[in-house]
């Protein structure tokens, strides 16, 4: 499974922004795909998460309220809708799948969970 993210850029604080990942290859195999992010200086944090079959969804505590991870099956892409945004927002953000197989809905917070990994897209929010 190959990922491509897009959608990054700058937007002010209180703004939203979605992001996609086209996944493409094998794609029959996927069980969940995920998104994190990584700010300067700080490890990678996970964001979101969504099993492929059912549309279960996961979010990270700082998140939980003001992003969305939605799939749509026919095209296999996963988005990560993005508002009100604020400054610590800004970071690196990569999506993430999982092809291997099924695992406990915990550890789909834990990058080691996820085999295959896309680009980067920056998101950066100004005050």
């Known amino acids: 499974v190959q990922l491509q993210a897009s959608g990054g850029g700058l937007v002010q604080a209180g703004g939203s922004v979605r992001l996609s990942c086209a996944a493409s290859?094998?794609?029959?195999?996927?069980?969940?795909m995920g998104w994190f992010r990584q700010a300067p200086g700080k490890e990678r944090e996970f964001v979101a998460a969504?099993?492929?079959?059912?549309?279960?969804?996961y979010y990270g505590d700082s998140v939980k309220g003001r992003f969305t991870i939605s799939r749509d099956n026919a095209v296999n892409t996963v988005y990560l809708q993005m508002n009100s945004l604020k400054p610590e927002d800004t970071a690196v953000y990569y999506c993430?799948?999982?092809?291997?197989?099924?695992?406990?809905?915990?550890?789909?917070?834990?990058?080691?969970?996820?085999?295959?990994w896309g680009q980067g897209t920056q998101v950066t929010v100004s005050s």
């Open positions: 993430a799948a999982r092809t291997n197989g099924v695992v406990w809905s915990w550890k789909l917070k834990e990058e080691i969970n996820y085999d295959q």
């Open positions: 290859g094998r794609t029959f195999t996927n069980y969940a």
């Open positions: 969504i099993r492929w079959a059912d549309g279960i969804t």
